[in-house]
């Protein structure tokens, strides 16, 4: 895999995750209801970072969960992803709430809708919303970001790579050829 470019750097996550929380707080008139569920590996990270932007402007910490789904490739279809969704960790109760799903890329849609299956049959939200770092396209199901942090028009035979200094070396996003 080669390297192509550097989309963003820590500031710039850092930016784009503050005006997220501000979307979030204006799209639902406040917090009351609202609860954050990051998506393995790195949407965890991003929802507990966007926990405390919401926290320094709100005042009030939201509770942030963890679901676990695993892409692997069908074999039988060289282009598609199969979901496994191997877990949600909750310590909150969904039912009624503003489910805020956030995960650091969005591709073909599949892992959101995973992710959706499960929480449905976990509880019964009142809606569901979504916010990525990246939104890359080539959306194969009727899926769409409420938060986006950077639109990024790229290739299918590109890759983006999205750094986290909570389990990285560093925090950026980058651009690679396959
Ligand atoms: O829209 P999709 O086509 O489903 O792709 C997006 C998913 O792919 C990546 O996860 P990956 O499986 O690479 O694991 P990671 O989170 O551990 O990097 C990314 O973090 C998203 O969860
Ligand atoms: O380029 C991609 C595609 C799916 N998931 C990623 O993290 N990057």
Wanted: glycine letters at 6%; proline letters at 4%.
């Amino acid at each position: 895999m080669e390297f192509k470019a550097k989309l963003l750097d820590d500031k710039m996550i850092d930016r784009s995750l503050t005006r997220l929380a501000h979307e979030i707080i204006e799209k639902n008139k406040g917090i009351e209801d609202v609860v954050l569920i990051g998506i393995k590996s790195r949407g965890v990270p991003l929802a507990h970072r966007l926990a405390s932007k919401i926290a320094l402007i709100e005042g009030k910490q939201l509770p942030v969960g963890e679901l676990d789904i695993t892409l692997y490739r069908d074999d039988l279809s060289l282009k598609s992803y199969e979901p496994d969704v191997k877990g949600l960790v909750l310590d909150f109760k969904i039912d009624g709430k503003i489910v805020i799903l956030v995960d650091d890329v969005i591709y073909t849609g599949r892992t959101v809708r995973a992710a959706m299956d499960a929480i449905i049959d976990y509880g019964r939200p009142s809606s569901i919303q979504l916010a990525v770092l990246v939104d890359r396209g080539h959306r194969e199901l009727p899926i769409r970001p409420d938060y986006v942090g950077k639109n990024v028009p790229t290739s299918s035979k590109e890759v983006v790579k999205v750094k986290l200094e909570e389990m990285d070396d560093a925090s950026e996003v980058s651009i690679y050829q396959n």
